[in-house]
């Protein structure tokens, strides 16, 4: 199995065309049905297990909720033109602190869908103008356009669903 990066350590090259933005978006727009595909079926025990002191794949998901926030902030900063980006918090303590294994995973997947589907709503209403438009991204230091944002939240939505899938697989073999 190939480890998978960090995702601090990935490094992006922003590139895209404007006109990809729609499959850009369209895979921001999907990653709530993929997550409750990829969760379907699991057990709580499954669900809330963390394996080597890292997040449970409930908290992974609970995070994916939790950062809709900032995605709401940033789209209104590149809106209205700001030169950087509002910083992530990088040790996610409003991760830490939701105690998301204490919740059922169907307000988790609900709270995402519904904040997903709000946030897709607003970017389907841009234009070619306001994709192009730049800040500066605080962690990567570097120009980023709206559509090369929506892009790099869909990296960030695949890493956590790929260590979900990790995860999933690692929990369920060793219940046999």
């Given at each position: 199995m190939v480890e998978q990066a960090r995702w601090v350590t990935r490094t992006f090259e922003f590139n895209h065309p404007?006109?990809?933005?729609?499959c850009i978006l369209e895979r921001f727009r999907g990653t709530p049905a993929r997550l409750e595909e990829t969760v379907r079926g699991l057990s709580s025990?499954?669900?809330?297990?963390?394996v080597n002191g890292g997040w449970s794949i409930q908290e992974h998901a609970g995070h994916l909720w939790?950062?809709?926030?900032?995605g709401e902030q940033r789209l209104?900063?590149?809106?209205?033109h700001?030169?950087?980006?509002k910083a992530?918090?990088?040790?996610?303590r409003r991760t830490y602190e939701a105690n998301h294994n204490a919740k059922p995973i169907e307000i988790i997947l609900a709270g995402l869908r519904s904040t997903r589907e709000e946030l897709v709503k607003k970017l389907d209403q841009v234009d070619e103008t306001?994709?192009?438009s730049s800040s500066i991204h605080p962690r990567l230091n570097k120009p980023m356009r709206v559509i090369d944002w929506v892009y790099f939240m869909a990296?960030?939505?695949?890493?956590?669903?790929?260590?979900?899938?990790?995860?999933?697989?690692i929990l369920t073999e060793s219940e046999k």
């Open positions: 404007i006109g990809v933005f729609p025990s499954i669900l809330t297990t963390r939790d950062l809709e926030e900032l209104k900063e590149f809106l209205s700001a030169p950087a980006l992530a918090d990088m040790q996610n306001a994709v192009a990296e960030h939505d695949d890493h956590h669903l790929a260590r979900i899938t990790q995860l999933k697989r």
